[in-house]
């Protein structure tokens, strides 16, 4: 019998039919539209991707693609991802969520899963505040923004540099995009997925609603004119030396990757056998 | 990103799948923006994106009409043949937020079918395939005929529809 080849879907069947109650302007659009560009440029079937989030307005995205979602606790978005690819190898695990999910709240699990170097890939959607609670500064907000009314002389604390923590942590995979460059953006996601290890992509995505002056990224982001190097001390020279808006794969180095081997079934009885003292 | 970098668009069904993709890509940002404005009660302004979504669906539809029966090649999102200095993808839509008026919102369209109508017309141009150039001319009147009908829109706001829309609880309040 003749194998069923099922037609290659368009970007636009990976969308769910929920619509987005991001603002007008939000950067997470453009994210959105990248992500189901990627998947469908990649033609991975749908039952094959699990999308997984934490807590805040980039975290509500599982919502919005028709893959297998987990809308999770805040932070806490790379342990369930990790803990899924390590359970089933077999899909494609992408993590997604906002800059105060991954690294403030869940900035030691960033650290650890740059290391630990699982084969998924996870997109920042950074926009330097925390939009779902009303604008507070976040870990990478700069420390002379005022316009917080908790921290209304800044922050005064110097910004986390996630590339650099990331390179700092083991990660062999290191991009950033920006969600108004979609196009862009898909070409980071797709070599971000098939990059067998740990991919991590902050994207610069604006806060039209709490950071309306992040609409003069559009002029300010530029694409690298360096070719990506796989030299991780190359990489930390640009990386600490960069503009911040310079965008494209920072840093790119094969390194093993972990897969923990799978035992060879498990029943819920002798899954509870384990937890029996 | 030069002008000369863009890939060439070689015939007939190049040129119709990259003219689909990018009024399939105007007709799902309208949308969005159309959905997100109502959301946020910023109906007029929502009004004329909705206005512009229905503009794109028309021309999807004609362009696939021009597409049955031919094999359109498939291609990634960063091959898109745009030949214009700016990138429609990357267009001033993204400068929208809840308070946009609807003359902004109209104005900013503006801007992208202009982009749009310098893409078909500089493949008219450029081309020198006749079938190719045939239908770019035709899509570049066709999008001429648009831009005029979002001109009409734009001169007939009241003059309230210029200003941009007032929030009495701002979300950011400076101490």
């Known amino acids: ?277 | 990103m030069n002008a000369s970098d863009f890939p060439t668009i070689s015939n007939k069904a190049d040129f119709l799948a990259n003219a689909e993709i990018m009024v399939q890509e105007s007709l799902e940002q309208y949308g969005q923006l159309a959905d997100s404005m109502e959301l946020h009660n910023n109906t007029e302004t929502a009004v004329q994106f909705r206005v512009l979504e229905s503009m794109e669906k028309q021309q999807l539809e004609w362009i696939e009409q021009q597409s049955s029966g031919i094999d359109l090649p498939e291609i990634a999102p960063w091959d898109f043949a745009w030949h214009c200095e700016d990138d429609p993808t990357k267009s001033n839509l993204s400068d929208m937020d809840y308070l946009v008026s609807p003359a902004r919102a109209l104005s900013a369209a503006l801007y992208n079918e202009y982009h749009s109508e310098e893409f078909y017309r500089e493949v008219a141009e450029q081309s020198s395939d006749p079938a190719v150039k045939d239908l770019a001319s035709e899509l570049a009147e066709r999008q001429l005929k648009q831009i005029e009908l979002l001109k009409q829109r734009l001169r007939a706001l009241p003059k309230e529809g210029h200003e941009a829309i007032e929030d009495m609880d701002p979300p950011n309040i400076p101490e």
């Open chain 1, 1 to 277: 019998m003749n194998e069923i080849v099922k037609p290659k879907l368009k970007a636009s069947a990976y969308k769910s039919k929920l619509k987005p109650i991001w603002c007008p302007g939000c950067g997470h659009f453009g994210v959105l539209s990248a992500i189901t560009k990627a998947l469908a440029y990649l033609a991975i079937p749908k039952e094959k991707v699990a999308l997984v989030s934490g807590i805040g307005c980039s975290s509500r995205i599982p919502a919005y693609v028709d893959v297998f979602g987990f809308h999770g606790v805040h932070g806490r978005a790379l342990p369930v991802a990790s803990g899924l690819k390590a359970a089933r190898p077999d899909l494609t695990v992408l993590v997604a969520g906002g800059d105060g999910d991954g690294f403030s709240i869940g900035g030691n699990h960033f650290l650890h899963a740059c290391r630990r170097n699982l084969d998924m890939t996870y997109i920042v959607m950074d926009n330097e505040v925390y939009g779902m609670t009303k604008g507070q500064a976040s870990p990478t907000t700069s420390p002379d923004w005022v316009k917080s009314k908790l921290t209304p002389h800044g922050t005064g604390i110097l910004e986390f540099n996630p590339p650099a923590i990331a390179l700092a942590s083991g990660a062999g995979f290191i991009a950033k995009g920006f969600s108004g460059d979609p196009n862009k953006l898909t070409q980071l996601i797709v070599e971000a997925i098939n990059y067998p290890g740990f991919a991590f992509i902050q994207v610069l995505s604006p806060c039209t609603t709490f950071r309306p002056e992040q609409k003069e990224w559009k002029q300010k982001i530029h694409w690298q004119l360096r070719e990506t190097t796989d030299d991780p001390v190359e990489a930390a020279r640009r990386i600490v030396g960069s503009d911040g808006v310079t965008t494209g794969i920072l840093f790119k180095k094969e390194l093993p990757v972990m897969q923990p081997p799978l035992r060879v079934s498990n029943t819920v009885d002798e899954l509870c056998q384990e937890f029996i003292v």
